[in-house]
T-cell receptor, first 114, second 112 residues
Framework: DAGITQSPRHKVTETGTPVTLRCHQTENHRYMYWYRQDPGHGLRLIHYSYGVKDTDKGEVSDGYSVSRSKTEDFLLTLESATSSQTSVYFC?????????????FGPGTRLLVL | GNSVTQMEGPVTLSEEAFLTINCTYTATGYPSLFWYVQYPGEGLQLLLKATKADDKGSNKGFEATYRKETTSFHLEKGSVQVSDSAVYFCALSDLTGNQFYFGTGTSLTVIP
């Protein structure tokens, strides 16, 4: 199994509060991704990173920001959480080595915004 | 653009039944194709993949063949088990290998 951890695994917060989710990898992979998973939508890309301090937006980036100050860590921040951000969040990594790359996923963080 | 369409569930089968989950894709060029499986409360795990046309990916009794002419990558298993109950996602990666596109997932329940 790829060495990917996410913290926290579960979080309950209130509307309007900031929330930061952490993804940590031990594989030294170049690419890191944040997805959210919602019923009927499958996986939707929020943001991704292609190197330290290099990030870009995904399909559903509004209301989210990310940072990557080290290869192994990719943070997802909800500046002011809303109920629509209640979801399961998955981090993923890939080596960025070309078209035959595989994406590996962390265990997920379940976030409830009240 | 790139996209993946997979059959909607839920799918319920009896143990030892034959499984097919359909997946078709739209992509520029010849992407790599994947099937991921998600067990309850867990993240997605790679089940199998194929990187070029006519390749067959296989793992744990599951198979899928990369069909360029029909732009399909259907997942099959000859005899399902209760332990195969999970959500299955079809996915593709673009030509750079940096962007991945997922279907909406198909929930499978296998009953004894």
């Amino acid at each position: 199994d790829a060495g990917i951890t996410q913290s926290p695994r579960h979080k309950v917060t209130e509307t309007g509060t900031p929330v930061t989710l952490r993804c940590h990898q031990t594989e030294n992979h170049r690419y890191m991704y944040w997805y959210r998973q919602d019923p009927g939508h499958g996986l939707r890309l929020i943001h991704y990173s292609y190197g330290v301090k290099d990030t870009d937006k995904g399909e559903v980036s509004d209301g989210y920001s990310v940072s990557r100050s080290k290869t192994e860590d990719f943070l997802l921040t909800l500046e002011s959480a809303t109920s629509s951000q209640t979801s399961v969040y998955f981090c993923a990594i890939s080596g960025g080595g070309g078209s035959q790359e595989t994406q590996y996923f962390g265990p997920g963080t379940r976030l409830l915004v009240l | 653009g790139n996209s993946v369409t997979q059959m909607e569930g839920p799918v319920t089968l009896s143990e030892e039944a034959f499984l097919t989950i359909n997946c078709t894709y739209t992509a520029t060029g010849y992407p790599s194709l994947f099937w991921y499986v998600q067990y309850p409360g867990e993240g997605l795990q790679l089940l199998l993949k194929a990187t070029k046309a006519d390749d067959k990916g296989s793992n744990k009794g599951f198979e899928a063949t990369y069909r360029k002419e029909t732009t399909s990558f259907h997942l099959e298993k000859g005899s399902v088990q209760v332990s195969d109950s999970a959500v299955y996602f079809c996915a593709l990666s673009d030509l750079t290998g940096n962007q991945f596109y997922f279907g909406t997932g198909t929930s499978l329940t296998v009953i004894p």
